[in-house]
């Protein structure tokens, strides 16, 4: 009996998994399709490619892309482990549930919700739309997951080493740069990459908040997206899906790696007499 | 004199409109100094300093005021306002006339079209219908594999939760996308059914709701399967060897322990795909037919193609309201376990 169960949990992760992955590899496999027409198959070519090295406007909407979610992820993790510290360490503050309604709303709002808000207080205020806006709006969004992602891992952290620290002397602000934020130096990482997707993938948040003079790589591909399917957006999508896998793996094979020596560590230091 | 001039803050000094046009957070700054909220905060930093343990609490709690609540209530006021072909293109609510009066109008009228027009009322009750139904064909799908995962040998969990976690890390633009050239017509799904004669001629997928609906289910698959899978993986095998020891059949036993006792992945699950879909824009506008009414999308062609923003602002305060309920009890539920 048991071995039937586990044949059904096979299948079922087998059929899973092929729903899951089919869509991206047919899309990879058809960006080497050397015909323009996105169903025949004409042979394995590179040809998109290298088209699309040649695509200006293609290239400055991904340099644009590529800045804002830089600047913005990294902003994004100094303001969510600020956030994620009042969440986890300030006990009971006035606003307490009025900031961590705050922190968790833009998790689940929808996109266009957020959107239209940000640009009704941009075009209120005057400014002019453009790269700023946009980074402003990411910043915003990405650091309530920054905060949440740090916040789990603060909560776990053993507090009494850094209430040792402080009874030895050492300063609030120090013992968090000393003691707590090597300890949850993982998450921060997990955060930041977090908020550079989630900035990379943005359709409609920066559709709203844009101005005429900044394209984000995302509206770039809906806009030709909208005309039809192209090999230069299935060579687009591979190469972002590439970037993307290679990150998560890397990051995921380097946090293990920590995480292995870390338990040495401990073993060692409990073996130790 | 030269000491003091060095202590205050050169940004003033500099013209402003280069500094905004230069971007960057100096400009930010320079712009801000414009609002007095702002000014009297940076004022009173610089008088009285400001203590790490200060600065931690006002600078997130700041930024998400300016920036996430005070949006709302803009949104809130040009709701109430009337349309007006002039720049920005909404009434303003307080008024000055002939410099005298203080006039101060509240306009319900988008509030009744949203009401009296069926246009927008369907869309509501059919993003409440797909999101739904999504949330349970995502369920039908997700528990299936969460469960292998569960029970999957312990060497292969992390690498099956990776490859859970992987694809929603990927473009949800080219996952959307990537449907397309799978469903339409002359798609990939058309030509391996026809050609196994399945089928005579092509199904018409793409650009109805059948889309919509493997749209959804597909781009929140993970968000159902990681809490189901976090809830499923701490259960303790022997609760179920112990009912079919008493006499269960695997299939009872099922249903009378794991499903209960699962019941926190599964609410989480629901609410982590269902919240989100109600107001998904992109699946409906590039999977769904001109016909697929869902509230995201007729917000996003009132603002954009009809350029209405008072009443795009009274679709998006209505979808907040029908929206709050759902996320009050979404945030309780991530407050209690936040590792789901």
Known sequence: MNKRMSWFNLGSLVAGFGFLYAPIVILIIYSFNDSRLVTVWGGFSTRWYSELLQNESILDAAWVTLRVAFLSSTVAVVLGTMAALLLARFGRFPGRTLFSGMIYAPLVMPDVIIGLSLLLMFVALAWDRGFMTITLAHITFSMCYVAVVVQSRLISVDQSIEEAAMDLGCPPGRTFFVITLPIIAPALVSGWLLSFTLSLDDLVIASFVSGPGATTLPMKIYSQVRLGVTPEINAVSTILVGIVATGVLAASLISRRQEMTRRQDEQLAAAAP | MATIEEQTPRVEFVSGERIARSGGFTGLHARLLHYWPYRWSVAWVQRRGLSPRAAVILVPFGWLLLFFLAPFLIVLKISFSEIRMAIPPYAPLVELVDGIYLTITLNIENYQLLWEDSLYWRSYVNSLWIAATSTLLALLIGYPIAYGMARAPRQWRSMLLMMVILPFWT???????????????????????????????????????????????????????????????????????????????????????????????????????????????????????????????????????????PLSSAVAVVLLTLLIVPIVIFQKIQEKNPDL
């Not at chain 2, 005579?200 to 793409?206: D, F, R, T």
């Not at chain 2, 112990?242 to 249903?255: E, N, V, Y």
């Open chain 2, 171 to 309: 473009s949800f633009l080219i996952r959307v996308y990537a449907w397309i050239g799978i469903l339409k017509q002359e798609g990939l799904l058309n030509l391996v059914l026809m050609h196994l004669g399945l089928i005579s001629e092509p199904l018409e997928i793409l650009y109805t709701d059948i889309a919509v609906y493997v749209g959804i289910v597909y781009s929140y698959l993970p968000f159902m399967v990681l809490p189901l899978y976090a809830n499923l993986e701490k259960m303790d095998p022997d609760l179920l060897e112990s009912a079919q020891d008493l006499g269960c059949t695997p299939l009872k036993a099922f249903w009378v322990v794991t499903m209960p006792l699962s019941l926190p992945g599964i609410v989480a699950g629901c609410f982590l795909v269902f919240i989100p879909a109600v107001g998904e824009f992109v699946i409906p506008d590039l999977l769904g037919g001109a016909d697929t009414l869902m509230i995201g999308k007729t917000l996003w062609t009132e603002f954009f193609a009809n350029r209405d923003w």
